[in-house]
């Protein structure tokens, strides 16, 4: 079974959010399944040829309505996984950016899904390698199982491979690209009834579900949350016509990456085995280098996260100060995003100076270090897909609070205080500051009356299986499932 995964973004050679981190690692996990999953993006200025020893592989022509283009592929081999980049001028090539605006960005991507069709033309040539399906991920590469649809019409080399398409985040859906599309003379998206009747041919999310032949997202919580409005953002009714072709299947993480036994960035390293001894040091030095005051009992709290409504800053602003007002805790932020929350949550470090730090940006060892020291990692997010900061919480021994949503819902076991052999965090449904409060309270109560339940607690989310072979083991059928639709 060969895959060809097409994505915008590719860990570790670009990445802007969780789509990154997906294709960056659920590939290597599909090899060890005996498939040959490759991976193919776009080439950023930005991305170093020669950290990454990436070499030139061969030229091709794509001829379009507004021109022919000169297409070159460039190739490396990162943690044994194939992966494919994309140069063309003036897409790909000189854009620091993985996503700039809208007016570059729809065209930049409409290209880049024909690319990777023709890409995969000429790899059949060039290489000896041609997929059994194409796996799309957003809508940035929406276009594509809609191009393959066409190519079927025409009876080649096309038809019997499969198409997915994983839904990242429902919210961005590529959408008012139809003048794009007019102009690129990309036609045929109307022929599909349920597109034309919803007025939906200009989205390329909604064309992506329209034409592929199975849609998963990143955790069946979140597959069932977005066939209704709140968070179906207007294609939930398209996408119920999808049900039984719909899968939702958790995300995973590289437990080889996300390894407080081996992370370089921790003062102290430690095991499921043996945190109760070598993880206070690392408290300790977190503390330390946020010029807080350095005491075991003070139970510190932490946020790894991107500052957008989404993540749930809008309620996390007030039911922090007034937890910081009156209960004896510790607060350490690492994030940037909108300005307004950057301000307020910058100012919210300095009110409560003494107990409280917020760093405004984002460093990869700073991060693993709250990881790493908190007790409690907060993520009291609106939706959330699937989220990847609760899991490497749990991995380095911190206990995510989270609202109940999505992969988030599907990750975090609640604590049962009738139970103290069961839960692996603490977790609310409101949407609202009071239930962040309170269940805050809660989880510092817990800290401090039930010790030996706390780090049982610690142990059990240490030791969940959070890697991608379940994950991998899923998608391989569908896999299966895609291709045999098409078999001749």
Known sequence: MRVLFTSAEVDPFAKVG????VVGSLPRALRTEGIDARVIMPFYRTIDPGRFNIMHVFRFQLARPTGTTDVDVYTT??????????????????????????????????????????????????????????????WHTGLIP????????????????????????MAYQGDHAGGWLFELNIPGREEHPELSARGLTDNLLAIALAYSDIITTVSPRYAVEIQYPYMGFGLDGLL?????????????????EWNPETDPNLVSNFNADNFREKRAPNKRQLQIDCGLETRPDIPVIGMVTRLVWQKGIDMAIPALRWLLSSVNCQFILLGSGEPEYETQLSRLGSDFGWKARTFIGYNAAVAQRIYGGCDLFLMPSHYEPCGVGQMIAMRFGALPVVRETGGLADTVVNYDDGDAERGTGFSFQWEEPEAILNTLRWAITTFHDRPDAWQRMQERAMRTDLSWNKSAREYKVLYEEAAARHRL
């Open 240 to 256: 119920r016509t999808r049900m039984s072709d719909l899968r939702g299947i958790l995300n995973g993480i590289d437990m080889e």
């Open 146 to 169: 809609f191009l393959i649809s066409h190519r079927r019409r025409a009876g080649d080399h096309w038809l019997p491979v499969g198409t997915m398409v994983t839904i990242h985040n």
């Open 18 to 21: 969780g789509l990154a981190d």
């Open 77 to 138: 081999t990162h943690n044994g996984v194939p992966i494919y980049f994309i140069k063309a001028w003036p897409f790909f090539g000189e854009e620091s950016k993985v996503y700039s605006h809208f007016d570059w960005d729809m065209p930049r991507f409409i290209f880049f899904s024909q690319a990777c069709v023709a890409a995969a033309d000429a790899m059949r040539h060039e290489i000896d390698w041609f997929p059994d399906v194409v796996h799309t991920h957003d």
